[in-house]
């Protein structure tokens, strides 16, 4: 079975200045894929295909542009693997399973360099290096990590806030976990805990907590020095200080981006620790809500905590998790009123307000938690599809 393994590296200068180069000639190559067939798409002429735009790139436009020459000085599979990421995009916008492909932005560092298995010794993975092509042995930061005699399918190298990462997927034997099934379990998911279970288990809000909200506030601050920094910069004319000053905006960039990387850390973190504790107890199915999570974050009052929360990337974690551990994953529809049925009788109270964090019911006086009640119905849900 194929896996993924994501692990920091260590570059040297040298090693540092090759991606960058990489990364940068891939991001030109993909935002001048997207720009050429904006522009067949707007004039309702024929799609430009990955092939035939790498075709007429390599024959025709740098052979006649003596200034593109730097897109030669990489890898050709890397460009090629850059516009196959462009088609790849606009078919999804073909087949309306996403929107029109937008630009890579340098800021935003959303860009992996590809380097291809040319040899056999590529892509050698030692217990505390790693042989990239066109790179030579990069150093690991963590030792031990991923499986010394695993075979490599491909790897990416990215960059983000100053800091490098490798991410490898290979072909390895996945463990299975043995334990016997137990009862199937309902999980509620919300913005005052951040999964509720049928068993009686509670995640808490991480977003809630000391730690999280002192770098929330700290990032205030340095996005506020930013601004303040971009500010100044129009001010001056003298091109000396300028230059100065852009460095300067520069230092204070890779401090908010850190900031914005750790908060994203402790938050994936948390998401795949709940997920290990859920999938360990081995259920024999586990059921969810199919969240309009695009709909949720169209609120304007609660996009910024649903964005927080993670919801998209549990689900997709624990999906991939129950597969490996034979547990079947159910999906109840989204109009599904888990919240407002009783999980007792099954009467159904219409006029529940989201301010109603203790569920009474009018029929048979249970009271029970608002979020235990909705996980427990889930858990009895009758109608559901597989994921």
Not at 51 to 73: A, H, M, R
Not at 142 to 156: A, D, L, R
Request: proline share 2%; glycine share 4%; charged share 35%.
């Amino acid at each position: 079975m194929k896996k993924a393994y994501k692990i920091e590296i260590k570059p040297t200068n040298e090693q540092k200045q090759k991606i960058h180069q990489t990364i940068g000639v891939s991001r030109f190559i993909y935002n001048f894929y997207i720009a050429r067939n904006k522009e067949v798409y707007e004039k309702e002429e024929k799609f430009v295909s990955g092939i035939d735009f790498s075709k007429w790139l390599n024959n025709e436009y740098v052979p006649n542009n003596q200034d593109k020459v730097w897109i030669k000085e990489v890898s050709s599979k890397a460009t090629k693997q850059a516009i196959m990421n462009g088609e790849k995009a606009f078919k999804k916008f073909f087949k309306g399973q996403s929107r029109f492909p937008k630009f890579k932005k340098k800021k935003k560092q959303d860009v992996k360099s590809y380097f291809p298995k040319n040899n056999k010794t590529d892509w050698t993975i030692e217990r505390h290096r790693v042989k990239v092509p066109t790179l030579g042995w990069v150093r690991f930061k963590e030792f031990g990590y991923i499986p010394v005699n695993s075979m490599v399918k491909s790897g990416t190298i990215s960059q983000k806030s100053d800091r490098y990462y490798v991410s490898i997927l290979v072909e390895e034997e996945i463990k299975v976990n043995d334990k016997a099934f137990s009862k199937g379990i309902g999980i509620d998911v919300g913005l005052r805990d951040f999964a509720i279970c049928s068993n009686g288990v509670t995640k808490k809000n991480i977003n809630k907590t000391k730690k999280v909200k002192r770098l929330e506030k700290k990032l205030k601050r340095e996005q506020r020095k930013l601004s303040r920094k971009y500010e100044s910069l129009k001010l001056r004319n003298k091109k000396e200080k300028g230059e100065a000053a852009r460095q300067n905006i520069q230092k204070q960039v890779v401090k908010v981006q850190k900031l914005h990387q750790k908060l994203g850390n402790i938050r994936t973190d948390y998401v795949n620790k709940t997920v290990n504790e859920i999938v360990k107890q081995k259920p024999s199915f586990i059921t969810i809500e199919d969240l309009n999570i695009k709909g949720m974050m169209k609120n304007r009052h609660l996009a910024k905590a649903v964005s927080q929360q993670k919801f998209y990337e549990f689900r997709t974690n624990l999906i991939s998790k129950a597969k490996h551990n034979d547990i079947e994953i159910r999906l109840a529809d989204r109009f599904y009123a888990s919240s407002k049925i009783c999980s007792c009788c099954g009467y159904t109270k219409k006029d529940l307000k989201l301010s109603d964090r203790i569920y009474k019911c009018d029929n048979c006086n249970t009271s029970i938690d608002r979020d235990l009640n909705a996980s427990i119905n889930l858990a009895n849900a009758k109608k559901y599809k597989i994921a």
